[in-house]
């Protein structure tokens, strides 16, 4: 029969994933858009498939290059999925520079922004925890906005254990950056919390 996906996710795994079903015979429509329409076949064959770069992975090694105010080369990249990551990155004031597949970022000082997270290609849930700590080093006072998951700021209790100066308002984190944070026990609620935390 056929399934038909409404308001489906734009990231792009979702796409890299119906991509991979086609080249193992799925019959997929609409990866990409917000309808997905799929016709089930009788059986699925083997194939030979190069999956993306994980960009959540990709930024946390962005994000840790700049909270350590150091110099780092990542790839390989596909910087259209990782966009407003990077344009955040560059408005704290990291330097971000493409060779090939290969992105290389240094930075030395960072300082306040804002960001809210999106749906895909807004910016990602995944790294709002560790971006919240690179904030929390930053010269000023940035607003952090979690649009997507309830319970997506348990990671501020611990980054205070750590001297991070936030404060929590519903949704909302206002984060007054501290020159640095310290060791302290903290427990990580989930991968990206934990990722926040080291």
């Known amino acids: ?41 009788e059986r699925l064959h083997g194939a030979d498939y190069a999956v993306i770069p994980d960009r959540i992975e990709a930024g946390t090694f962005l994000l840790a290059a700049a909270i350590t105010r150091s110099r780092l080369r990542v790839g390989p990249v596909i910087p259209e999925h990782l ?68 319970n997506r700021l348990q990671h501020v209790a611990e980054l205070q254990r750590m001297g991070a100066a936030i404060r929590l308002q519903g949704n909302t984190a206002f984060i007054e950056g501290v020159p640095r944070l310290s060791g302290a026990p903290v427990q990580g609620s989930d991968l990206r919390a934990s990722a926040a935390m080291v």
């Open 83 to 150: 966009g407003a990551v990077l344009t955040k990155l560059e408005d704290v004031g990291c330097k971000l520079t493409m060779d090939g597949s290969t992105l290389e970022i240094s930075a030395d000082e960072i300082r306040a922004v804002d960001l809210r997270t999106q749906p895909f290609p807004g910016f990602p849930t995944d790294l709002q925890a560790p971006f919240m700590s690179l904030l929390a080093t930053a010269q000023g006072t940035s607003i952090i906005t979690e649009n997507i998951f309830e």
């Open 1 to 41: 029969g056929e399934t038909v996906i409404d308001n489906a996710a734009l990231e792009p795994e979702v796409i890299d994933l119906a991509g991979l079903l086609s080249a193992m015979g799925a019959r997929i429509r609409g990866a990409g858009t917000t309808t997905i329409t799929i016709e089930g076949v």
